[in-house]
């Protein structure tokens, strides 16, 4: 029967601690298992090694050049896109357009695009448009209202 106090960990499931640089008699004094000269064998020494081997992985990566603006781009969307999801007549704004799940949130910077000919009316309110499909739903018989 296995009691509280007879419980032990499986063999080799634990190591000792070696003790490094207490003398002859240890087996470990003198060199403390670093062995004899060089720069691991010094104290603070192991760092600048590091370095050097990342200085190849370093220099085979590409330079980025040039300037990425952290401001998230506009969707675009196609008048195609809204002649497919909305009906005649519908006034598009952002809270319409996460409805016809074009968009996640009324928040997401959106940008209608395209010339194509529409069939349908649409009304343009607070969304940006480019100046082809702003020709193509006002050719339609559509307006558009801008910020």
Known sequence: MLTGNSLQPKHGARKTKRVLGRGHGTGLGTTAGRGSKGQRARS????????????SLIQ???????????????????????????????????????????????KTRVKIVGNTKL????????VAISAGAKAAIEAAGGTVKTK
């Open 44 to 55: 603070g020494g192991r760092h600048g090694l590091i370095v050097f081997g990342s200085k």
């Open 119 to 126: 069939d349908k009316k649409f009304t343009i309110d607070g």
């Open 60 to 106: 085979s990566m590409p330079k980025l050049r040039g300037f990425k603006s952290l401001a998230k781009k506009a969707i675009t969307i196609t008048l195609d896109q809204l002649q497919r999801t909305f009906a005649d007549g519908t006034i598009i704004t952002g809270e319409e357009l996460v409805i016809g799940d074009l968009i996640v949130t009324p």
